[in-house]
Each structure stands twice: as C-alpha cells, then as structure tokens.
C-alpha cells in the first residue's frame, strides 16, 4: 500500500505563487509515474500535471495552467513537487497527489482512473 501525504497549500492572492509537496511511501517511487489533480464541489477531478519516473522532460500538462505551473520531481526523496505562479481565483480547489502502479511506463498517464494511489488533498484558495 503507497501512501501520499500532500503539503504547501493555503491562501494566496491572484498573482501569487504556492509550492506543493508530496512524498511517497513506496520504494517503487523512482519507477512510476506520479500526478497532480485538483477538484472543486460539483465537479469531476481535473488533470493538472504529471510527470514520468525518469524526470527531466517527461512532463505533462492541462492547458489551463500551462506556462504557470511546473512539476517536478526528487526521486532520492521520493517526493514531487507542483510549483505554482500566477495564480487565478479559478485555481481554487483541492489539490490531490496520485500515484501510478505501472512501472517504467513510456506513456504519461493523465487520466484518474490510471492511477492507483491517492493523497488526502490539500487546499489551495486563490482570493481576487
């Protein structure tokens, strides 16, 4: 069982910039693939970002927030990183870390249902 605690959310304002962090407990974590997803009440989870296990040019990313947010990640740390700037009001919402089970995959998985593994959420707000 793949563990993933979220971190780095809060209030900022239109403009700003917010770092999420998830570490993973999986010793597999240098061999999946891992993700970012955001849902707001009355809405489907969304796509935000993924990026492949071997790093460095695997990204992905929504249109919607592409150019602002950055994904990264440290596999010695097991841990991956959603760096976001410009921040809008509509980037409100709870932001979740997933984990693929799949290993050393050649396709980036932007999908929720392939991933196996969720965070608990964490809660960015973006005030205007």
């Known amino acids: 069982q793949v563990q993933l605690v979220e971190s780095g959310g809060g209030l900022v304002q239109a403009g700003g910039s917010l770092r999420l962090s998830c570490e993973a407990s999986t010793h597999t974590f240098s061999r999946i693939a891992m993700g970012w997803f955001r849902q707001v009440p009355g809405k489907e989870r969304e796509f935000v970002a993924a990026i492949n296990w071997w790093g460095e040019g695997s990204a992905g990313y929504a249109d919607s927030v592409k150019g602002r947010f950055s994904i990264s990640r440290d596999n010695a740390k097991s841990t991956v990183y959603l760096q976001m700037t410009s921040l809008k009001p509509e980037d409100t919402a709870v932001y979740y870390c997933?984990?693929?089970?799949?290993?050393?995959?050649?396709?980036?998985?932007?999908?929720?249902?392939?991933?196996?593994?969720w965070g608990q959420g964490t809660q960015v707000t973006v005030s205007s």
């Open positions: 997933a984990a693929d089970r799949s290993e050393y995959l050649r396709t980036l998985p932007s999908r929720t249902y392939e991933y196996e593994y």
